[in-house]
Each structure stands twice: as C-alpha cells, then as structure tokens.
Nanobody
Framework: QVQLVESGGGLVQSGGSLRLSCVASGFTLDDTALAWFRQAPGKEREGVSCISDIDGNKIYADSVKGRFTISKDNIKNTLYLQMDSLSPEDTAVYYC????????????????????WGQGTQVTVSS
C-alpha cells in the first residue's frame, strides 16, 4: 500500500528555517517523480519543488528559488524540503506527492500529474 507521511511543520518566525520530511512506504523513491506542493487558505494548491523522474533534475518555483532545497534519501525512502529565509507568504499546508507514471513532459507544478499524496503538514511563519 502506497503511503506518504509528512512531518516537520510548525510555527517559525520570519527569517527562520524548517525542514520537512516525507516518509514513503509501499514503493521506492528511485525513478519516481517526487514533489512538494503547498496550499494557503483561500488559494489554489501550488507546486513548490520537484525531482523529475525523467532526468533527476530538481525544479523550484520562482517564489522559493534560492531559499528552499529539495532532496531525497533513497536508503531511508524519505523526501525532504529544507526551507530557509522563511517569510509569512510561505505560510501554508505543505504536501508531498509522488507519481509512478512516466509523463512527457513532466510538469512539476501540475498537481494533476501526481497520484499519491500525503496528509499535509502545517507551516506557519510569523512576522
């Protein structure tokens, strides 16, 4: 059974850092498209970052480029999102997602391309 479980969210002051984790079970991270999305109240879910299953490239939304880092540990079967220089605009529920179908092109910001989702973890950044 495919399962994704996020952790690491919380309350942090502006300028602070958090590291989100997403433990995967029921599949391995190799050759799997992996992504982080977020959804703020009243807003649509948006792609934050992903690791492409096509070429392994790491892709970031412009709003987080230079501040967030996506990584994975294939041995621990865990996906990470290191978030630095956080601002109140980063406040949202963060979700990890995976997709097992090779899609060309891989659109990292398209939530419809991802079929497995975690339950989400809340990140709140105070000013």
């Amino acid at each position: 059974q495919v399962q994704l479980v996020e952790s690491g969210g919380g309350l942090v002051q502006s300028g602070g850092s958090l590291r989100l984790s997403c433990v995967a079970s029921g599949f391995t991270l190799d050759d799997t498209a992996l992504a982080w999305f977020r959804q703020a109240p009243g807003k649509e879910r948006e792609g934050v970052s992903c690791i492409s299953d096509i070429d392994g490239n790491k892709i970031y939304a412009d709003s987080v480029k230079g501040r967030f880092t996506i990584s994975k540990d294939n041995i621990k079967n865990t996906l990470y999102l290191q978030m630095d220089s956080l601002s109140p605009e980063d406040t949202a529920v963060y979700y990890c997602a995976a997709d097992f179908t090779l899609r060309i092109p891989r659109r990292c910001g398209d939530s419809k391309q991802f079929t497995a989702w975690g339950q989400g973890t809340q990140v709140t950044v105070s000013s």
